[in-house]
Structures are given as structure tokens and as C-alpha cells.
């Protein structure tokens, strides 16, 4: 490969190039930005614009002035004013869109308590509905962004319109059922379309940062489920569920709406920035019968059956085992939030510098000796805490190893070895004749696409989540075997809970051990 000079490298500034080339494949360990990607680019430049002012006319001026502006000075990537606030925005919108799923304990406790709906059945439904369909219908959403480009720019304000809408519409309810048409599946839909952008554009405002970006982006998770139980507990009690419910569509919308602008893609529709990235098509979904992404996704949905099911009995496990009261129940919820935002910007920060399956390693052996340990033999509210700490932090942080599988599965050989081959050549040629462009698999869409990857990691998840809620049903009314026979959470009526929820977070981890067996 022939160096680089100094000449050429001041036609376009490399952080104009970095993301163009190919953005999902960058990794802290490589780049994909080359000596000679940088002369490809630097010398088509020259040669667009190597026209003397004696051979100029006019006419030739206005059409070199087409190929200039085909190629506008970018943002930079991993960095930057553009880049931080696009990174805010998303961090705000996952605090509000994810923050009232997760929140719903509160609004369940009250619709349980309170005219017109004490008594009824379903309620839990609502927030299946409202988490669960946000998870289910990612591969629609970021399908249909992917297809249409243009379009996608205005899904946020869009979306946040329905999502606002859905929640003004069920302060009107006066059946479980209505409840579930508007809070649960009208707020999934519209959460999904304002979210689903912030996936689909951080892929292109950040390159070498990307995990730790994402890491950042998904704490607002955690961050709002320390907030929002305690906001809305107050005003549910202070002024009930329809003035609540109102006021809290208009504060979610004067608090969004304005940041839309700022989640936009970092490469402008329609240039030749963009035209020399990759082509994907979201319907190239071969990569799903994959022996590697089964492996992946099928520990992501065995882990996803027990994640959730600490957030949702701890208060109620503190109470009927320990005595707490109020408060201190709901304090195991609000720690094992507050150390899922630690632990969600650290697996962010360790994803670049790791491998996937050692990053999910650290996460299962936190939360599943957390779990079997701490968890099962708590005796004492201090212990409980701690157990929610530990679990917070490791099994918080489970989904911010995704960018490791996405950036696993988007290598040349993720998929069957029938088109590795043939993927690989054809990449090797491009670099050695200089080509900073998509491979010819991924000019005519057929390169796996990472957005599509988290799609489907998210469906997985959801699945786990939808299942998982009348599964502990069943394991918690079933009793435990060992009750009033083990020690600590063994021996209460959560002990074969516990169990599985241990259980899973040890299988959630199973690609690392597949790693070793050269599966992965």
C-alpha cells in the first residue's frame, strides 16, 4: 500500500472520510479508513476540480459547482458539538419513551386501588403491552427507516405526537380495556417510531466511540426509574390518574418535541457522502438462520426471561419476607436502577476495547453469582440491597454488549461460509485498488446491516419480556419446595423465582463458552 502524502491528505479532512467508508465495521482494534482510501478520495477531489481559470468558462464553473456541493463538509464523528447534542437528545427521549414502561408498578398499584378499575382484570396487560410491543415491532420500524431515508427524518416528532397522544387518550378510560388500546399498544407504537431513529443515526455519529455512545444512550433507562416512580407516585396520589395522565403528555411533549431536531442522520440524504456508504437492504435478513446470530439470540432470550423479574417482586419480596414498609421496599428498585446506569456506561466503555463474548462474560458471572448468592440468601434488608446493586450493575448492563454482536455479525464472514468467500475477496480487491467504497455485496444490499441486527436482538428481548411476565406467575403461586426449609430467599415462596432467575443469567452468557468450543 503506497503512503500517503501530506498534499493529498489536505483535500478532505479524514473525519470527513472515517464514517463514509465503512462506519458498522470500525472497531477500536482496526480501521477501515486506509492510506489508500484517503488518496482514492483525495485524488477523485483533484480530479473534480483540476480545471485551470484559462480552460474555465461560465457554463464550466456552475457544473463543477454540482460535484462540490455532492460532497458537504460533515460533522465529525465520535466527537464534536453535533455529535454530543445528537447524544443528549437520544439520552433524553430514552429517559421518557423507556422511562414509563418501566415505571408502571406504579400506575398498576393505583389502577389496582382506585375507581374505576379496582378489581379488574388484565391490568398487567397494560404494561406488557406497553414494553413489549416496543420491543416486538423494532425490525417494522427500523425496516421501514432503512427503505425510506427521507421519510425517516420526521418519524422523533411524529412518533412523539402518537406517543403523547396515547397517553392523553387513556386519561379518558373507564375500562381496563381502553387502557390497554391507549397506555399500552397506541404509547408502544408511537414510542417506537420517535425511539427507533436514535438507533438508526447513531451508527453514523459515532465509529470508534459507538459502544461506549450506546452505553451512555441506554443509562437513561435507569436514570428515569429512579426518577419517574417517585414523580409519579406523587402526582397520582395528588391529583389522580386523569389529571396525571394529561399533564404528563404535555410535560413529556414540551420536554421532547425540540430535541427532534437534533436526532437527524450525520450523512445528508442524497449526497455523495452517502452514496459511497454501504446500500443495505432491510429485507437481507439471511443473517437470521445464521449459526452464529441463533447462537447469540438464543442466549439473549433466555437471559431476557429472568432479567426482568427482580425489578418487578423485589419490593414485594422485601415486604412479605422482611417486614418493610413502603419505602424501603420500593428503595430495591431504585437501587437497582441507579447501579444499571453505572453499569451501562461501563460495559459501553469496555465494548470498544473487548470482544463481545468476554464483555458478556463479566456480565453473567456478576449477576449470576449475584443472584445465587446474595439474592437467595438474603436475611436482612442491607444484604437485599447489596443483591440489588450487584445485579443492577452486571445484568443492567447485558444489552450495552449489542454493539459487539452488531459489529460480529457485520464482519465479511458472520454469515454461511458459502458467501464468506466471496465476501472476503471481493473486499480484498477493493483495497488493494484503492476503492473507499462498499463492497459489491453491499452495493447491491446484500451486507448484513447492523441496525437490523439490534432489530432483532430487541425482538428477542421482547420475547423473553412478553413471556417471562405469566411464567413468574406461575413460579411464584406454585410455591418453592424448600420453603420454610432454606435459608434466606430459599427458603420464602420466591425461592424457585430466584432460582430461575439465576438460572437464566448463567445461560445468558453461553456464547462465551460457545466462543471457546470455536462455535463463534
Not at 485498488?433 to 447491491?444: C, I, L, M, Y
Request: aromatic content about 12%.
Amino acid at each position: 500500500m503506497s503512503p500517503t502524502t501530506t498534499s493529498e491528505l489536505s483535500v478532505i479532512p479524514l473525519h470527513q472520510l472515517q464514517h463514509v467508508v465503512r462506519p458498522e465495521l470500525s472497531s477500536s482494534s482496526s480501521s477501515w479508513v486506509t492510506g489508500t482510501h484517503i488518496k482514492d478520495f483525495a485524488s477523485s477531489a483533484e480530479a473534480s476540480h483540476d480545471v485551470t481559470d484559462e480552460e474555465s468558462s461560465p457554463g464550466e464553473d456552475s457544473r463543477r459547482q454540482g460535484p462540490r456541493n455532492e460532497f458537504p463538509r460533515l460533522p465529525p464523528v465520535d466527537g464534536g458539538k453535533d455529535a454530543w447534542l445528537f447524544l443528549a437528545a437520544c439520552f433524553v427521549l430514552e429517559c421518557l419513551v423507556w422511562g414509563v414502561p418501566f415505571s408502571f408498578g406504579v400506575f398498576q398499584n393505583y389502577y389496582d386501588t382506585h375507581a374505576p378499575f379496582a378489581g379488574s382484570g388484565d391490568i398487567a396487560v397494560i404494561g406488557t403491552c406497553s414494553m413489549g410491543i416496543m420491543y416486538l415491532d423494532t425490525p417494522l420500524i427500523m425496516g421501514l427507516l432503512r427503505r425510506f431515508p427521507a421519510q425517516g427524518r420526521y418519524s422523533p416528532i411524529f412518533g412523539l405526537v402518537v406517543m403523547c397522544l396515547g397517553i392523553a387518550l387513556s386519561s379518558f378510560a373507564t375500562t381496563v380495556t381502553h387502557l390497554i388500546v391507549t397506555q399500552g399498544i397506541l404509547y408502544a407504537i408511537g414510542g417506537s417510531i420517535a425511539y427507533s431513529p436514535c438507533i438508526v443515526y447513531l451508527d453514523e455519529w459515532f465509529v470508534r466511540r459507538k459502544g461506549l455512545a450506546y452505553g451512555i444512550m441506554w443509562s437513561g433507562t435507569g436514570l428515569a426509574g429512579v426518577v419517574l416512580p417517585l414523580l409519579l407516585e406523587y402526582l397520582l396520589t395528588t391529583y389522580g390518574f386523569q389529571t396525571t395522565l394529561r399533564m404528563w403528555s404535555v410535560i413529556v411533549f414540551i420536554l421532547t418535541a425540540p430535541l427532534a431536531y437534533f436526532i437527524k442522520p450525520r450523512l445528508p440524504h442524497n449526497s455523495l457522502a452517502t452514496s459511497r456508504a454501504p446500500k443495505y437492504n432491510p429485507l437481507a435478513l439471511r443473517f437470521l438462520i445464521s449459526p452464529k446470530f441463533l447462537l447469540y439470540q438464543s442466549a439473549n432470550i433466555i437471559e431476557a426471561l429472568g432479567f426482568f423479574l427482580p425489578g418487578i417482586y423485589l419490593p414485594s419480596y422485601a415486604r412479605s419476607t422482611m417486614g418493610a414498609t413502603a419505602f424501603p421496599s420500593a428503595l430495591t428498585v431504585l437501587l437497582l436502577n441507579v447501579a444499571s446506569v453505572v453499569g451501562c456506561v461501563a460495559m459501553g466503555w469496555l465494548i470498544d476495547k473487548l470482544h463481545v463474548t468476554t464483555c458478556i462474560l463479566l456480565s453473567t458471572v456478576g449477576a449470576t453469582l449475584g443472584t445465587f448468592i446474595l439474592w437467595g440468601f438474603a436475611d436482612s434488608l442491607p444484604v437485599l440491597y447489596l443483591f440489588c446493586v450487584v445485579y443492577g450493575l452486571f445484568a443492567g448492563s447485558f444489552t450495552s454488549a449489542w454493539p459487539g454482536i452488531m459489529r460480529e455479525m457485520s464482519l465479511p464472514n458472520s454469515t454461511s461460509t458459502s458467501t464468506s468467500g466471496k465476501s472476503n475477496t471481493t473486499k480484498r480487491r477493493g483495497d488493494e485498488e484503492g476503492v473507499g467504497t462498499a463492497t459489491e455485496g453491499e452495493q447491491h444490499g446484500a451486507a448484513v446491516d447492523p441496525i437490523m441486527v439490534f432489530a432483532f436482538l430487541g425482538l428477542g428481548r421482547g420475547v423473553g419480556n412478553v413471556v417471562s411476565g405469566p411464567l413468574s406467575e406461575v413460579l411464584v403461586r406454585g410455591g418453592s419446595p424448600w420453603k420454610g426449609q432454606a435459608l434466606g430467599g430459599y427458603g420464602s415462596g420466591y425461592g424457585c423465582l430466584i432460582v430461575f432467575t439465576g438460572a437464566t443469567a448463567l445461560f445468558g452468557g453461553g456464547s462465551y463458552l460457545w466462543r471457546r468450543l470455536g462455535w463463534l
